[in-house]
């Protein structure tokens, strides 16, 4: 049974930061790509970030470049999503999700790519 387990969300303002968690109970999590997606009310999931466990490899959303980082510690199977110079847009639920295989180009952004996912954590941030 795999669990993902979000921690980290807020509230903060503009230009704050926030670094969210991500705890993975899997199987092999060096065989795992891992993402955050974020959804706000009304709005489509989008991915936001993802790291393939087994080299390292990143992707991001182009909104995101430059204020958010995604990383793994591998030892403690959890994922983190570094979040600087939020703006007032990065307001949504934000999910980790996991997938038993790596991902390869662009499919990272896609949702259905994903087996596991997560909770939630909200994060929000005002102008």
């Known amino acids: 049974q795999v669990q993902l387990v979000e921690s980290g969300g807020g509230s903060v303002q503009a230009g704050g930061s926030l670094r969210l968690s991500c705890k993975a109970s899997?199987?092999?999590?060096?065989?795992?790509?891992m993402g955050w997606f974020r959804q706000a009310p009304g709005a489509e999931r989008e991915g936001v970030a993802a790291?393939?466990?087994?080299?390292?490899?990143?992707y991001y959303t182009d909104s995101v470049k430059g204020r958010f980082t995604i990383s793994q510690d591998n030892a403690k199977n959890t994922l983190s999503l570094q979040m600087n110079s939020l703006k007032p847009e990065d307001t949504a639920m934000y999910y980790c999700?996991?997938?038993?295989?790596?991902?390869?180009?662009?499919?990272?952004?896609?949702?259905?790519?994903?087996?596991?996912w997560g909770q939630g954590t909200q994060v929000t941030v005002s102008s």
């Open positions: 999700a996991a997938a038993p295989a790596r991902i390869y180009g662009s499919l990272w952004s896609w949702a259905t790519m994903y087996t596991y």
């Open positions: 899997v199987d092999n999590y060096r065989r795992y790509s």
């Open positions: 790291i393939y466990t087994g080299d390292g490899s990143t």
